[in-house]
Nanobody
Framework: QVQLVESGGGLVQAGGSLRLSCAASGRTFSNYAMGWFRQAPGKEREFVAS????????SYADSGKGRFTIARDNAKNTVYLQMNSLKPEDTAVYYC????????????WGQGTQVTVSS
């Protein structure tokens, strides 16, 4: 049973920073892709960033390029999302997700962590 547990959300002023963490457990994550999505009130869930567990290849949505950095710590089975220069439009629930190598889409999801950016 895959479990993803996010932490690190909170309230921050515009221009500030937050680091989200996602602790993964339940199986070996070799060759998995790990990602972060977010969902703002009244909007659909959207892709933020992803990283391959092996090799560390990353991908970002345009909204976060240059401001967000995704990284992983293999020894701790943890994925991070460093968010800098936060804007009010970054306010959302942020979800950690995992995609097995044979899957087409992300299959496993955490419970989400709230990020609120005040202006």
């Amino acid at each position: 049973q895959v479990q993803l547990v996010e932490s690190g959300g909170g309230l921050v002023q515009a221009g500030g920073s937050l680091r989200l963490s996602c602790a993964a457990s339940g199986r070996t994550f070799s060759n998995y892709a790990m990602g972060w999505f977010r969902q703002a009130p009244g909007k659909e869930r959207e892709f933020v960033a992803s990283i391959r567990w092996i090799g560390g290849v990353t991908s970002y949505a345009d909204s976060g390029k240059g401001r967000f950095t995704i990284a992983r710590d293999n020894a701790k089975n943890t994925v991070y999302l460093q968010m800098n220069s936060l804007k009010p439009e970054d306010t959302a629930v942020y979800y950690c997700t995992a995609k097995p190598p044979t899957a087409i889409t992300f299959m496993y999801w955490g419970q989400g962590t709230q990020v609120t950016v005040s202006s």
